[in-house]
């Protein structure tokens, strides 16, 4: 490859890498053509992109951005794809579904989340529970919504309580 066309997926791997805070570094090497087709497939539908790199280009591009990716470099041996996603936890799901099917690849070698570095395959859990800013929202608006449900509900049965205590009251004077 000639120095020009490395600089260029170089430039190229720092663009997707500011457009995308969140990627995993993963092994697929060792997939068929038709489990890597379903892979893709897969990463199409979770709005997750995924892209073979040279190790030392993205190494390089790792250096160009801002943030310490260190300890990540030891995770850039042997082949690699980098899968790239705004969802902190969407290529963790993707890959333990996969890797349901057929316990061998694809493999996690380590993640860059939320600003955050995972290195090793064990991580997949962890990574898979971590949720979205999306998630994390609805969880806190149904928190704050519950207390008001609460309120709500408790003056509505209290006032049907009242209303049938007041009419069983007014049935027995008149009788």
């Known amino acids: 490859?000639?120095?020009e066309d490395k600089?260029?997926?170089i430039e190229s791997l720092v663009a997707t890498l500011k457009e995308c805070p969140n990627f995993y570094l993963v092994e697929t090497a060792g997939l068929n053509a038709e489990?890597?087709?379903a892979l893709r497939?897969?990463?199409f539908k979770a709005d997750v992109k995924l892209v073979v790199v040279k190790n030392t280009l993205l190494h390089k591009a790792l250096e160009r951005l801002d943030g310490d990716y260190t300890e990540l470099y030891t995770a850039?041996?042997?082949p690699t794809s980098l899968m790239c996603t705004p969802v902190p936890?969407?290529?963790a799901k993707l890959i333990k579904d996969?890797?349901?099917k057929d316990d061998t690849l694809p493999r996690l070698k380590g993640a860059y989340v939320e600003e955050t570095v995972y290195l090793g395959a064990d991580q997949l859990d962890a990574l898979a529970n971590i949720k979205s800013k999306s998630e994390l929202l609805a969880d806190l608006v149904a928190l704050l919504q519950s207390p008001a449900k609460n309120v709500v509900s408790a003056l509505t049965s209290g006032g049907s309580k009242l209303h049938g205590i007041l009419e069983t009251l007014s049935k027995k004077e008149e009788a």
């Open 98 to 100: 996969f890797v349901k």
């Open 89 to 91: 936890n969407a290529p």
């Open 76 to 78: 850039l041996e042997g």
């Open 41 to 43: 497939a897969a990463c």
């Open 35 to 37: 489990k890597t087709s």
């Open 1 to 3: 490859m000639r120095k």
């Open 7 to 9: 600089a260029l997926v």
